[in-house]
């Protein structure tokens, strides 16, 4: 479903800044993987998904997406192979717009916009039952602007929008960092059964060690700009943050770094 | 009195145009727009070309309108393309449309007089014979001659035109921010990067979006010119700062809750704005003070929030003072 071959990425080459953040990444997903991304600070977990969505140009290397190569591609013209979910509850929506002129929006994700009537009849019936599954209350407040949602309700409306039209992938970008623990632990069941109900292909980054072993099929560990630890299955499953503690400090030869997950720990 | 009120409402609703254009790059798309200022002049330097050759004056406000969404193409492009901030991609545009203003003109004024030897023919003359023709027909009462003396004015039919005009570009407008397209314009001056993540083309919303807005301003300095009857090339100095306070009188009389209400905000706004100055004009304030007056108004529209947050602040913490000493008094 996804090949990232030998992906480079330097930020600020040149200057004292220089980082490279993305150093020769190969990622292979398989249809139906969901893949959980842990790793310390500045790893290149979200610089990853930022490859891949074409926020900028990568320096070097290919990303093919269900056969198709999208290296070249810029950021809107990648839009129909992904769902987006941001760490920001704010970067995912439009504020000032009605909720379900958002979904109306997210549902002709990668389709040219004609001058046909932004929402039918039928979407808005399509919508209330949608947003009745998720169970707060939002079907009964469809002209609602969005901005004035609680940020684990734009999160769970964000999530929708990324899975309305079915996409290759589903990025999840750290979705769950800025909420508290009881509206995170909720936004990830929802994505959970999202995922599993529609098979989609997923990779979340989370910097929450016990969410990454619970969720998915697989995991990966980021360091340095590259993969370091990749684990499926039932190898997997049998996963302790003691023991992938200790996998890093194996594998990179020094102490897993990450500001938040001592945090959250 | 009652003409001057009448002629502030008409010459309100032509610039009722150019306030909703301002509000297409102000409000919807989140960017200060400043090349208004060179396109509202061009509209109507065009329209007052075209008309005293001869040519229709709805076909001239037409051409008008082209020539802003070519003003506004070409600070999109400097925008988007160049990475200019946008504000200084209108300021660009402004100070270039300024020379070509006067090569399109010739001449730093064009007059278009409705009478004397070379009257010429404006979008409001067919109006106003209408109503002279109308009204001969019953001019039988001399009681009542004050009123039909407004019905034959100039700034009756200017009314008239200026009503049918704004009604219908509104409508529009509203039909349009409603199509898929519109939606996408209005959720690129939200969040870009949901947008994008959409698959839409940011750099397209903006380039329609700010094309659309020069055109609406062009269109207006169109009608405009034929209102005041003549172009001028200094009629677009200060125009963005007339477009605003247009605007935020409007929010502020009318209110923003649906886009329905938000479009006959604007109009109002533009109307109630031109009623205000004919009021402080007649009054005796002097013309040239004029600009002075509307910046002053606006800044004191633009900074309503943070004084209000200031005195809301002072009361509730007067209050809490309060509070404490009935508590300790108690």
Redesign the interface.
Known sequence: MLKMIDIHKTFNAGTVNEKKALNGLNLTLEKGDFVAVIGGNGAGKSTMLNAL?GVWPVDKGEIIVDGVNITKKV???R??Y?G?V?QDP????????EIQ??L???L????K???????TEKERREYKELLATLDLGLENRMTTKVGLLSGGQRQALTLLMATLRQPKILLLDEHTAALDPKTAAKVLELSDKIISDNGLTALMVTHNMKDAIKHGNRLIMMNNGQIIFDVKGEEKKNLTVNSLLQKFTEISGSEFANDRMLLSE | MVNIILGAIALGLLWGIMTLGVHLTYRILDVADLTVEGTITTGGAIAAIMITSGINPWLSCLAALGAGLIGGLVTALLHTKLKIPALLSGILTMTACYSINLRIMGKANIPLPSTGSNKVETVFTPVHELMKKLVGEYDDSASAAWFYDIICSKNFSAMLVGILVIIVISVITYW?F???????I??T???Q??????????TLMIIICLMLSNGLVALSGAFIAQYQAYADIQMGIGSIVIGLASLIIGEVLIGTKTFKRNLVALAVGAVVYRIIIALVMAAGMAANDLKLFTAITVTLCLSLPLIKDKLNKIVSKRNGEAAVTAEKEG
């Open positions: 969505s950021e809107h013209q839009a129909p992904l987006r941001f704010m970067m995912g929506t439009a504020a000032n717009m002129e958002n109306a929006l997210a002709r994700r990668g389709q916009r004609t001058l046909r009537w932004g929402i | 349009f409603g199509t898929e397209l519109g939606c996408a209005r959720a001056g939200n969040n990067k949901m947008v994008r993540a959409q698959g839409i083309s940011t």
